[in-house]
């Protein structure tokens, strides 16, 4: 079946743009994650929803940053008035509910010229 | 809170020989622990995980882990490598209960004929 999907595969963007990553998580994944890979680093986590509960918005570095998910499908993340340290690899992950097992779409790669 | 720390950023090994990469990790509570890969221009992959039970967990592609408590280490091997094991790995972490991972800096390893 189909894994996750990320659109743009890549973005080139000027200082001060605002930027916006789409993700298709698994048909049936009620959990879906952000995270982020800077350039020779680990991920990061960003921001995690289920379901119809509150988001964790715990790794979030600034108010510039920010995400929606519409029911149990796609999720946007919106990047505001990017600088270059938001130059990185954004991947997406979704899970089953419950499940152990986060599943990751190719990721979207942010370049802030 | 967790944390994950990768002691070897690179490791270069010859095909056919043993590997071992690192990984420890640092939590006040009970976690579930985790090795991704991501091959080149590819996104991540999971190669094992431990929840519970056995100490020593097989996963794809002949890589085994073994999960110390004492020691708070989780540690990949592969008795003889071969050039498609060329990846960058990853060893993650997550609470019991909590969904989000954190994840080591990743483990370069290069393998040479």
């Known amino acids: 079946g189909a894994g996750v999907s990320q659109s743009p595969s890549n973005k080139v963007t000027e200082k001060g743009k605002d930027v916006e990553l789409r993700c298709d998580p698994i048909s049936g994944h009620t959990a879906l994650y952000w995270y982020r890979q800077r350039l020779g680093q680990g991920l990061e986590f960003l921001i995690y929803f289920q379901g119809n509960s509150a988001p964790d918005k715990s790794g979030l570095p600034s108010d510039r940053f920010s995400a929606e998910r519409t029911g149990e499908s796609v999720s946007t993340l919106t990047i505001q008035r990017t600088q270059q340290e938001d130059s990185a690899v954004y991947l997406c992950?979704?899970?089953?509910?419950?499940?152990?097992?986060?599943?990751f779409g190719p990721g979207t790669r942010l370049t802030v010229l | 809170a967790q944390s994950v720390t990768q002691l070897d950023s690179q490791v270069p090994v010859f095909e056919e020989a043993p590997v071992e990469l690192r990984c420890n990790y640092s939590s006040s509570v009970s976690v579930y622990l985790f090795w991704y890969v991501q091959y080149p221009n590819q996104g991540l992959q999971l190669l094992l995980k431990?929840?519970?039970?056995?100490?020593l967990v097989k996963g794809i592609n002949g890589f085994e882990a073994e999960f110390n408590k004492s020691q708070t280490s989780f540690h990949l091997r592969k008795p003889s490598v071969h050039i498609s094991d060329t990846a960058e790995y990853f060893c993650?972490?997550?609470?019991?209960?909590?969904?989000?991972?954190?994840f080591g800096q990743g483990t370069r390893l290069t393998i040479n004929p």
């Open positions: 993650a972490v997550s609470g019991k209960g909590a969904q989000k991972l954190v």
């Open positions: 431990y929840l519970s039970g056995s100490t």
């Open positions: 992950a979704s899970s089953l509910l419950g499940g152990t097992e986060q599943f």
